[in-house]
Nanobody, 115 residues
Framework: QVQLVESGGGLVQPGGSLRLSCTAS????????MAWYRQAPGKERELVAT???????HYADSIKDRFTILRDIGKNTVYLQMNSLKSEDTAVYYC?????????WGQGTQVTVSS
């Protein structure tokens, strides 16, 4: 069993920045994939960004060039740096970790972009 603890959400004005953190209860050196998803009210869950075991990344078109997924293996932590935030980025953001055919989810952190 793997636990994921997310933090860093909150209220930010349009154009602002936030950095989300996701800390795993085990080392992430050999983890297949870690990812960030989000779900806005009334919408389906959306894959935002992924990072694989070799550091390769993938981003959704809707956030490309604004968000960056980063990992700190020494801290067992993955970050989502979010810049130039828009109102449509408002959602609950979830961290996931995939290992040996299982996917573990964090509890989610709310991000609200509003003036």
């Amino acid at each position: 069993q793997v636990q994921l603890v997310e933090s860093g959400g909150g209220l930010v004005q349009p154009g602002g920045s936030l950095r989300l953190s996701c800390t795993a209860s085990r080392n992430i050196f050999s983890i297949e994939t870690m990812a960030w998803y989000r779900q806005a009210p009334g919408k389906e869950r959306e894959l935002v960004a992924t990072v694989n075991y070799s550091g390769g990344t993938h981003y959704a078109d809707s956030i490309k060039d604004r968000f960056t997924i980063l990992r700190d293996i020494g801290k067992n932590t993955v970050y989502l740096q979010m810049n130039s935030l828009k109102s449509e980025d408002t959602a609950v953001y979830y961290c996931t970790l995939s290992l040996r055919g299982n996917t573990y989810w964090g509890q989610g952190t709310q991000v609200t972009v509003s003036s």
